[in-house]
């Protein structure tokens, strides 16, 4: 009896040493294997800190780079509307010029200067919704004599709008139309 209880005594350490071998033999394993995949973390994150401390100096020299680039703009901006006060002015008809008169930019750039320019061609109102042909229109940009640093587009030395109001007379009183006071329409 004594030999069965030793043997059973026996076969439960023995498989208690199994056991216990098996987890020692696992956890050595396993615990290389999370090493390693710890290990490769910390690699990963310590190039990501790396990246991101890159990143932040480059959007430190970009911001820098940006303030110096607005001052200089807007010193730029101050010159010109110190020396050239009616730019900002003559913007409307520059847009103007370009959209509804479809001028070029070579003569929008001429009218800029304050020059008079000579064209020939149709012009289009859109207030008469149509186009007037001249053969010798010179146009330019002239401050108005009523509002001070105000200009206005002048042809032939009048504001375009009263051209274009001379023009729809002349182009009546060929036809014979005679223009009403009441509407300040047209009667045929």
């Known amino acids: 009896m004594r030999k069965e209880i030793k043997s059973e005594k026996l076969e439960a350490a023995k498989t208690e040493a199994k056991t216990a071998l098996v987890a020692k033999v696992g956890s050595l394993l396993g615990s290389n294997k999370l090493k390693a995949e710890r290990e490769g973390l910390q690699q990963r994150i310590s190039v990501l800190e790396n990246q991101n401390e890159e990143l932040m100096q480059h959007i430190k020299t970009m911001e820098l780079e940006h ?39 070579r003569v929008i750039q001429e009218l800029c200067k304050l020059k008079k320019v000579r064209l020939k061609g149709d012009f289009y109102s ?9 053969e010798s229109a010179a146009f330019s940009f002239e401050e108005d004599k009523n509002r001070k640093g105000h200009y206005h587009i002048c042809v032939n030395d009048i504001p375009l709008v009263q051209w274009f109001r001379q023009k729809t007379n002349e182009w009546g009183n060929g036809l014979e139309i005679a223009p009403t006071k009441q509407d300040k329409g047209l009667k045929m």
């Open 67 to 105: 303030r110096e680039e607005r001052t200089k703009f807007n010193e730029y901006m101050d010159k010109i509307q110190r020396y050239f006060p009616y730019v900002e002015k003559l913007l409307p008809l520059i847009d103007f010029c370009r959209n509804t008169l479809k001028f070029s930019e």
């Open 126 to 134: 859109s207030e008469f919704n149509r186009k007037f042909r001249d």
